[in-house]
Every structure is written in C-alpha cells, then in structure tokens.
C-alpha cells in the first residue's frame, strides 16, 4: 500500500521558516489529493493545506497567509512552505493522501504518514 514519509520538522524561532516535503511511495492506481494536517495534544487533528490533482490549494484561515503548498504530481511528492511562523503553529504535521488503491478499487482510501514534529520557539 502506499507509504508516506515526511521530513523537514525542526525548532524554529518565531517568524522563521520551515519546509516540510513528503514523498510518496508504494504500488498505488492513483493520488488524487495530498496535503497536510497537524495535531496538538487535547485537539483534534485539523486540516492545514491540501491540493488536488489538477485543481487548486485549499488552506486553513490561520494559516492562508503564511503557508504555501506545492505539489510534483509525477513524483508523487508534496511540500509545505511555512513562513512567520508562529508558536501556535507548533504540532505534529501528517502528511496525507486520498488515493484509489488499485484499478479493480471502487473508493478511495486515505493514508498517512507518520508525523513530523514542528515546534516554534524563542
């Protein structure tokens, strides 16, 4: 099935930077959305990004202004340019995706990876 492994989670202070980048791998029909969620203890895991094959990006309020998604469809990758951030934003960020596990599959399955931690902090 298919594996997704994120990196590029790290400290940073307020107002710096981040990239996360998840690549995509295994025997998969096709990836139809990737993106990324983030979990604080206490919350539920919450949407921050996501971008359909062919269509356009869809972010959280908080972060529209600051955050950009990127995807290389035939790489089967996706990143997240965090900018200013924020200690609000610290939280462990999935990566995922809604795919068709194989062409005899009639629904789309969801995967994700396993987490990278993001913490923001002077």
């Known amino acids: 099935q298919l594996q997704l492994v994120e990196s590029g989670g790290g400290l940073v202070q307020p107002g710096g930077s981040l990239r996360l980048s998840c690549a995509a791998s295994?025997?998969?029909?096709?990836?139809?959305?990737m993106g990324w969620y983030r979990q604080t203890p206490g919350k539920q895991r919450e949407l921050v990004a996501e971008?359909?094959?062919?269509?356009?990006?869809n972010y959280s309020d908080s972060v529209k202004a600051r955050f950009t998604i990127s995807r290389d469809s035939a790489k089967n990758t996706v990143d997240l340019q965090m900018n200013s951030l924020k200690p609000e934003d610290t939280a462990v960020y999935y990566c995922?995706?809604?795919?068709?596990?194989?062409?005899?599959?009639?629904?789309?399955?969801?995967?994700w990876g396993q987490g990278t931690q993001v913490t923001v902090s002077s």
């Open positions: 995922y995706a809604a795919a068709r596990p194989s062409l005899s599959s009639l629904i789309d399955r969801n995967y």
């Open positions: 295994g025997p998969i029909f096709r990836v139809k959305i």
């Open positions: 971008i359909p094959s062919g269509g356009s990006p």
